[in-house]
């Protein structure tokens, strides 16, 4: 069974900065993409960034220049680095990936469990 285990969240100042990662862990023939999505109260999920495993990034135009996405492809980690965090940056951030559990399968998405961000004004 493939599990994405996400961790880093924590409580912090407008300003200050955060760094999350998640781990995916189990059988798994390869991993496309990587990413982190967000959910604050009352709203929908977003995508916040993505990488894929050649290293190409995609970040929410909210947090470009703010944040940044990376991996260790050997280890199945992806990581966010949040900097200069703002109050409206306060969400739950969830781990994704795009993944196959055998050459011959379809890609699926899977989930972590989500860490919390709270930024305090």
């Known amino acids: 069974q493939v599990q994405l285990v996400g961790s880093g969240g924590g409580l912090v100042q407008a300003g200050g900065s955060l760094r999350l990662s998640c781990a995916a862990s189990?059988?798994?023939?390869?991993?496309?993409?990587m990413g982190w999505y967000r959910q604050a109260p009352g709203k929908q999920r977003e995508l916040v960034a993505t990488?894929?495993?050649?290293?190409?990034?995609n970040y929410a135009n909210s947090v470009k220049g703010r944040f940044t996405i990376s991996r260790d492809n050997a280890k199945n980690t992806v990581f966010l680095q949040l900097n200069s965090l703002k109050p409206e940056d306060t969400a739950v951030y969830y781990c994704?990936?795009?993944?196959?559990?055998?050459?011959?399968?379809?890609?699926?998405?899977?989930w972590g469990q989500g860490t919390q961000v709270t930024v305090s004004s």
């Open positions: 994704n990936a795009i993944l196959k559990l055998r050459s011959w399968t379809a890609s699926e998405n899977y």
């Open positions: 189990g059988t798994i023939f390869s991993i496309s993409v």
């Open positions: 990488i894929t495993s050649g290293g190409s990034t």
